[in-house]
Every structure is written in structure tokens, then in C-alpha cells.
């Protein structure tokens, strides 16, 4: 008992001199070496060797290759890709409300069948859904909602989505946690991607330096493009708009903006205008929800009609008609130098027939030389006679026969090196028309470029004032739930009939129209309100939405 007692490992109170002492202790110390040591190697040789991630090949499939990568990083519990769950399609949303108890009974009964508290909360796991395409079963879309996006996880990402030929959208990146390390990194991952991914919604990730201009570079891909509930105030709005446009540079990728459930207020929405100045993509602009007053109302109204152009963008216009001048001056010698190059051409043919003659009576046998040498004397004079019939046209051809009469009168050796140089300046002649050519399709490329800049739009001159037309490309804008007053209606209510103006004009035919839909319910102002019943009579006819809703209505109607 007292060997047992000394054990080790059964108190802290048992006597360790007197058992050191006994063989028997010696025996167990060993045993508990023993025991160790196995302890020691057990875990290494249950684990698996560790891979790394950077020798995987993506085999093209998200859910394995997303599997995988995890694995190699060294996570135990990851997301798993899962498809996006749909509503059924024979569900029916009940109208009445003696139908909704028996819809919870259901869902009631349902759920119990389970028979697993633990099941219940299956939905709010953390995974990665995916939306497959109908035919191919591709990843069209990716949806992230509600768990925290890792470093980590991005550079598996970074691996995994490339791959994806057909990726269209990175959807509802919705409380992620994203950080502006991480955002920079997911950043660099989309030019990554497939040319197809157009579309990126980042949303409920509020950042203290609101850095997400970033996503709206010059050189981004991004085409439809959601804010929302990231707490951007007024700095950041200042961002966005300049992100839109500068006096110098545009985005001319970016189509919808949304901007909703933000803190943006009348400044920040006066830097969203500036930015509507001069963008010519955006179609499609939300600003839900926000904080915007009379007076950022009255700054994105004035944008939509006739505007003064401050002076710095006088300065620039100016200067871009200065450069456009200054190239087609210089590309109208070039089109003489096309006209002398066709006369050089047409010259190098006729001189080429003649070296081809020559070429021919040079390789026949020199007992036939002397007939040959009288015949190349009649095809010289035949082509000498041709060229002066064409010497007596245009006066840059006239000084051509001059130079073939001493070619004319001397012998036929004479007029061979003669006619070796001018074969081969006829190269020469093709090689600067080659250059001229280039030079021109540089220039109508640079040309193109200057063309897009509103700046150089037609424009109107009022008592020593530029007023350019205004930005008719936005087609819809959503100022729902804000702050606008009777009076910032009034200048809605001036840029729509401004625009109904221009529509109905003869020059209006082609190009950009205007708003189709502008959302204003909900704000400061009480109903009826004419200036609000008279915006929604005048965008009535050109809403496609209304369109499409009555041809539904004509269409199921009974016939009479």
C-alpha cells in the first residue's frame, strides 16, 4: 500500500525521499518516462503532415478547392459552400389574416420535427452561398453574410476565385469585418478574377478613414457598385464624388451607385453633384435614407438642368479646343503627303514595268541581246510616251517626264541604275505612307479620347457666361426617406420640365434623355404637394417601370 501511496501522481504530501530510495520507485520513475514518451510522439503521428497552400492547383470547383486551401492553412472549422436557398416556388404570400396563423402552425411543426434544439440555429452558421447557373451549374454569384472575413480567408479566396470563368457578382459582403487592410486586400483580389465580375456589394462595414473610393479607380472593373449602412458622412461623400469625376479624369466604368442608409447630409451631397458634372456613365444613383436637406437638394437638381461652368473648367475647355485645333492642323499635311504618295505609287508602277523589261532582256542569251535591246528601246519609249500623257494632268505629276529625257535619249545601260534607284525608293515611298498612316489613326485615337470630355460638349454663351447642358445621362435617382422641403422640390420640379423641354426639341432625337424616375416620397413635405404632383405627371410617360406595368394590365385584361 505504501508503494501504491507513493506513486506518483496520487498526492502532493507523499514522502519523495523515502521512495527514491526503493527500487520500486526507481522502476516507476521509468515507467512514467515510458509513458511519456509516447505522449510526446502520439500527436505527431495522428496529424496529418502540413501542406502548403501555395502547391495546390485550383481544379475550377469552389466547393472543393475552398475546402481544401482551408485545410492547408491549418483551420479546423471553416464555411462550407453551400447553394443559396430559394423560396419555394409554390409559396403563395397570404392576403388575409386568418391564413397567417396557420402558415406559423406549419413552420411551427416543422420545425419541432427536428427533433435538435441544435438544427434550429443551422441557418446561421457561418458559410459561403453560391448561386449556380442554370445550364452549366457554374458560380454565377458568392454571397458573405454575418462572419468575420479574415486575412486568411482572403488569400484563400485570392486562389480559389480566379478560377471561376463565369463569376458575375461578389454579392452582400454584409458585416464581414472588414478592416482597411483587409478592404485593400480584397481590393487587389478583383482584378484577379474573371472579365465577367461586374458587380460588388460591400455593406454594414463601417471603416473610420471610409477609404471606399477605392473600389472606384480609374482603372477598376467594378460596374454596379453598393455602400450602403457604412456610416459614410460627409468626408466620405467627398471621396465618392471626387472618385466620379475631376476637372481631368472620370470614371467611365462605374452604371449604379447606391449610397442608401448612410449619414450623408446637404454637403456631402453638394460633392456628389460635383462629381454628376462631369461623369457621363453613372445611370443609376441612390441616396436612400441619408441626411440630405433643401440645400444638397438644390445642388443635385442644379446639375440635371443648364449650368454655369466655373471658371477653372472654362480654363480647361478652352485649353482641350486649343489641342484639338492644334491636331487637325497638324493632320492636314498629312493628307497631301497622301496625294503625293499615290502620285509615287502610280510613278513606281510604270518605272517598275520597265526594270521588269529590263530584268527580262537581261537574262536572254547574248545572241539575242541586240533584238532585245531595240525592243526594251520601243516598251522605254512607249512608257515615257504614257507618262507624258500624264504629265499634262495634276501639276505634282507634270515634272516626272523631265527626268526620264535623258533616260529617253542615251542608251540602254544608262537608264538601268536609273531605274534600280527609283525601284528602290518605291519601298521608301510605302514605308513613310505606312508611318502617315499610323500617325493618323495616333492622332484620331487621341482625338476620340478628348471627344469624351463633356467639357468639350456644345455649350451656351449668355451675357459673357458658359452654361453647358447638363448631365442628362443619370437616368434614375432615389432620394426616398431624406429631409427635402417644398423648396428643394421646386428645383427638382425646374431640371425635369428642363429636360421635358430639350426632349421635345428636334436636336433632342438622338443621345441621352434625362431622368426617367426620380424618387422623392417620403420626405418633409406634406401631400398633396403640386410641385410633386407635377413631377410625377411629367416622368409618368417616360418611366419604363409604369410602361411595363400597364402593358401587364392590358395584357391580362378580359376582353370586352
Known sequence: MSGEGSAPGTSPRAPRPATQKTSGTVSKKGDRGAKEKPATVTPQVGEEEPKNPEEYQCTGSLETDFAELCKRSGYTDFPKV???????PNFVPSTSLSEKPTLDDQRLSGSCSLNSVESKYVYFRPTVQVELDSEDKSVKEIYIRGWKVEERILSIFSKCLPPLSQLQAINSLWKVGLTEKTLDTFIALLPLCSPTLRKVSLEANPLPEQPYHKLMTLDSSVVHLSLRNNNIDDRGAQLLGRALSTLHSCNR?????NLGFN??????AGHIANGLRLNRSLLWLSLAHNRIQDQGALKLAEVLRPFELEHREVVERRRLLLAKGAQERSRSPSRSRHGDSKTDREKNQLTGLSSLTLDKTEKMPAVKATKGLGKKKEKLGEVVKKEEKLGSGPSPIQGTPKKEDPAKAGKGKVTIPEQKVTKGKGPKTGSKEKRNTLLDAEQLVAEATELLSPLLEPVEHRDGKVFMAGNKVLLYLN??????????????????????????SKGASKGPVGLLRLCLAKNLFSLPCPAYTTIQELLLPRDPLSKAKAREEEATAPPT
Open 479 to 504: 432620394l426616398v426617406r431624406n429631409r427635402i422641403t417644398e423648396v428643394g422640390l421646386e428645383g427638382f420640379l425646374a431640371s425635369v420640365q428642363c429636360q421635358a423641354r430639350l426632349l421635345k
Open 82 to 88: 453551400v447553394t443559396r436557398p430559394r423560396p419555394h
Open 253 to 257: 466604368t462605374l452604371v449604379s451607385l
Open 263 to 268: 449619414h450623408i447630409g446637404d454637403e456631402g
